[in-house]
Each structure stands twice: as structure tokens, then as C-alpha cells.
């Protein structure tokens, strides 16, 4: 019978925590056909992977969708829908093994090219037991973080930007940027990983990506026609609420799937995924009442994204009252920038990509040095050092934020330049439904 992860301290150098569900995602890297198969944990990560996928779409499409002008929303779908297809063939064709096979610091190998090697029988080591999952299951799970990770960005440049740009950024973005970070941070061979930084479920590899990117995009792209000068409200709340709920469900799978064993691990982070978004839900809201007077379903829905972003690279590693304080001060965090500050540095980032999923991001990569501390009911190791963690997390971002930024510039500069990123001002005036696809989302 396998031990029990929680509270296990495991070895590491420095005092550093090496993390109870750490070597779940990063010693996955490692193929080992002579491994058993655990029908649980395979069952489960199985669902952990439909839970994320569902997350997409319709999840982060309807999100997305509601959040825009209705002469948009189908521009918003067909992006989000065109990412993921192109996602899943870039990760099997060469996503995966530049993440995840073994290489240098930066970036893996190329033996797993187009999954060379892999079949069904082919199983992944999860934990040192001996048991694993099919390999194939952990491929998935990680091609619907690769999936969602490159959709999110599509938020930032909602309304202005061809279809065709974003599907070539998309292909170019993954593979320079994505797929990078992904080795750095979750293969054990990776820079940042060999650091000891703390990333359970993609705190950096994700929402920080994500957010740098579609900060970056904003400058590439420029500015929506009137915008800060006609209004551009959401054209369906009720869509953004269906979709940001979507979004919750499916975290579980994004955040306990992250675990990748049906055990106590898998249970920490579940409660936490329940407990970081309501905080943030609520402060959000609170802030909203005593600045507007009015607390909004917007507010609401951003708040739990929020404290869900942020709770994220601490799912596994920390106590229910850490993170309803991450999930709470990122919900503050987060509405002080989208409130304000977005506005001062007449920033359109459309749906508030940067605001929330970055700035969240940082937060949460950060708080989780803190709230890994057995002190704050953390389940770091018994000689758990906060400041030294801490420290390490904040060169983490750091790495995170610059290679992101850098390589989501290439990649924007090279469309920009090649196709143009930007639609024609009639069409964007007219709506890209219409213009880009040739369909309205709704016919009166």
C-alpha cells in the first residue's frame, strides 16, 4: 500500500521543500514501460484531463464570448476553438517532448518527437512506489495545460485581431515560449525546477505565461477603435457567469488532476480549489461595495478567477487558511489593477488577461513561498526555510516574466511583420463575426 504524501518531507538541499506532489509532475519526464499501472490513479487522471479540456470549451470560450460586443463573440469562439486544435498537433508533434523529454536547463530533447516510443503500454513514473499512469494520460493532461495556456492570451487582443495571426502566433508561441518554461519548471532537469521553486499546477508555467504575453500582445496589436471613448460593455453576463463556472468545475481537474495520484494530495489541493475562489469572490465584491457602492456579477466572476489563478502553484502544498488568503488578497490584488491602474496607463487588455491571470500569477507564484510553511499550516518539510523559498519563488517569476516577454515578442514581431496582425478599421468597426468569419452569433 502506498504512504500517504501529505506532510512527507522529502530531500532537498538548502532546507529547500521539495514538495509532497512535486515529483508528480516533473519525474512523469522519465518513460518506464517496466512500470505497473495504477487503474485509479489512471481513472482519475483520465477525468482530471476531461475536467481541464471541459475548461476550454466551452468553459473559457464562453467565458471570453460574453465578455465582448456581441459582433465579436463568434470571432472570440473560433479562436479559442482554432487554439486548442492547434495545440493539441503541436503537442504531439514536438510540444511535448521539447517540455518534457530529458535535455538541458532550458528546453528537452527531441526523442519523443511525435510520441516517438510511447504507446499504451508505455507508463509514466509518478512517485518513487514503483506505480505510474500510462504515459499517454500524463500527455493529455499536459496537452490541455498547453491548450488552455495559449487561449487564454487570445483575451488581451479580443476585437482587433485577424484570426490566421493568431493561429501562426500560436504555433510559433508554444514552441519558443511555452513549451521553454515548461521544462524549466516542471522536468527535473530544468533550470528552475533544480532551483526548488515551488509550481504545483502552474502558477508561472501558465497564468504568469499567459499574462506577459497578452500584456505584450496589447503593445503589438495597439488599441481597440474608441476605446476609453465609447462605451464597450460585456454583451452577455449570463454566458461570462456559464463560462467562469465552467471554469471553476473544471479547475479541480487542473489543479488536483495535478497531483496525478488518487490520494491525500489530490484531496489538499481539491479544498484549497474550493476555498482560494470563494476569498477572492468575496474580496472582490467587498471592494467593489465600498469603492462603487455596487458589487457586480462581474466582479464576482473575476474574483473567483482570481483566487484561483493565484491558489494554483500552491494547490498541493498549502493549508486551507493560506489559501483562502491567497485567493483573497489576489482578489484585491487583481481588482486594484483592472480598476485602476489598467485605466491610468490606458492599457486595453480587452478581457484582462495581464490583470488578472498575471498579476494573480505573481501573487500566487510568490504566496506560495509563504504559504507552504507548516508555521501557516503549510505542508512544507519540518526545516522548511520561508524567506530562503520565497526568495527562490520571486527568481522564478523574474525568469518566468522575462522569457515570456522576450519570446512572445519574437513571436508577435515575426506575424506582425509576415501577415499583420491587426484586422482592416472597417472590418473591426463592423465587427469580425461578420468580417472574419462570415456569421453572426445572433440573427434578429
Known amino acids: 500500500m502506498r504512504k500517504n ?84 498537433l503541436v503537442w504531439v508533434c514536438w510540444g511535448y517532448s521539447l517540455a518534457f523529454d530529458a535535455g538541458g536547463s532550458f528546453i528537452g530533447g527531441t526523442s519523443k518527437l511525435f510520441l516517438s516510443g510511447i504507446t499504451g503500454d508505455t507508463a509514466a513514473a509518478t512517485f518513487s512506489d514503483g506505480v505510474g499512469i500510462p504515459e499517454l494520460v500524463f500527455v493529455a493532461f499536459q496537452m490541455t495545460f498547453a491548450a488552455i495556456t495559449a487561449s487564454l492570451i487570445v483575451g488581451s487582443l479580443a476585437e482587433r485581431v485577424k484570426f490566421s495571426a493568431i493561429m501562426i502566433f500560436t504555433i510559433i508561441w508554444l514552441t519558443i515560449v511555452y513549451a521553454p518554461i515548461a521544462h524549466m519548471v516542471w522536468a527535473s532537469d530544468g533550470l528552475i525546477f533544480g532551483w526548488g521553486a515551488l509550481d504545483f499546477a502552474g502558477g508561472t508555467v501558465v497564468h504568469i505565461n499567459s499574462g506577459i504575453a497578452g500584456l505584450v500582445g496589447v503593445f503589438f496589436a495597439g488599441r481597440r477603435i474608441g476605446f476609453l471613448k465609447e462605451a464597450m460593455p460585456p454583451h452577455s453576463m449570463v454566458m461570462t457567469l456559464i463560462g467562469a463556472s465552467l471554469l471553476w468545475v473544471g479547475w479541480f481537474g487542473f489543479n488536483a488532476g495535478s497531483n496525478l495520484e488518487a490520494t491525500g494530495g489530490a484531496a489538499v489541493a481539491m479544498i484549497n480549489t474550493f476555498v482560494a475562489p470563494a476569498a477572492g469572490v468575496l474580496a472582490w465584491m467587498i471592494a467593489e461595495r465600498l469603492v462603487s457602492g455596487k458589487p457586480s456579477l462581474l466582479g464576482g466572476a473575476s474574483g473567483a478567477v482570481a483566487g484561483l489563478v493565484a491558489i494554483t502553484p500552491a494547490a498541493g502544498s498549502s493549508g486551507v487558511i493560506g489559501a483562502l488568503f491567497l485567493g483573497a488578497l489576489a482578489g484585491l490584488a487583481c481588482y486594484g489593477f483592472v480598476g485602476f491602474l489598467k485605466h491610468r496607463f490606458k492599457l486595453d487588455d480587452s478581457l484582462d488577461v495581464f490583470g488578472i491571470h498575471g498579476i494573480g500569477g505573481i501573487v500566487g507564484s510568490i504566496g506560495t513561498g509563504i504559504v507552504t510553511a507548516p508555521a501557516l499550516g503549510g505542508f512544507g518539510a519540518e526545516d522548511y526555510a520561508m524567506g530562503a523559498q520565497t526568495l527562490i519563488q520571486v527568481q522564478a517569476v523574474v525568469v518566468a516574466i522575462l522569457w515570456s516577454a522576450i519570446g512572445s515578442a519574437i513571436a508577435y514581431a515575426i506575424v506582425k511583420f509576415t501577415i499583420g496582425l491587426r484586422v482592416a478599421e472597417d472590418a473591426e468597426r463592423e465587427g469580425l463575426d461578420l468580417n472574419e468569419h462570415g456569421e453572426r452569433a445572433y440573427n434578429m
Request: hydrophobic share 60%.
Open 5 to 88: 504524501k501529505i506532510g512527507a518531507a522529502l530531500a532537498r538541499t538548502g532546507g529547500l521543500l521539495a514538495l509532497l506532489a512535486l515529483p508528480a509532475t516533473a519525474q512523469a519526464t522519465a518513460a518506464a514501460p517496466a512500470l505497473a499501472v495504477d487503474k485509479g490513479d489512471t481513472a482519475w487522471m483520465l477525468t482530471s484531463t476531461v475536467l481541464v479540456m471541459a475548461m476550454i470549451l466551452p468553459g473559457l470560450a464562453l467565458f471570453y464570448g460574453g465578455l465582448v460586443r456581441a459582433k465579436n463573440m463568434l470571432s472570440v469562439l473560433s479562436q479559442v476553438l482554432g487554439i486548442t486544435a492547434v495545440a493539441i
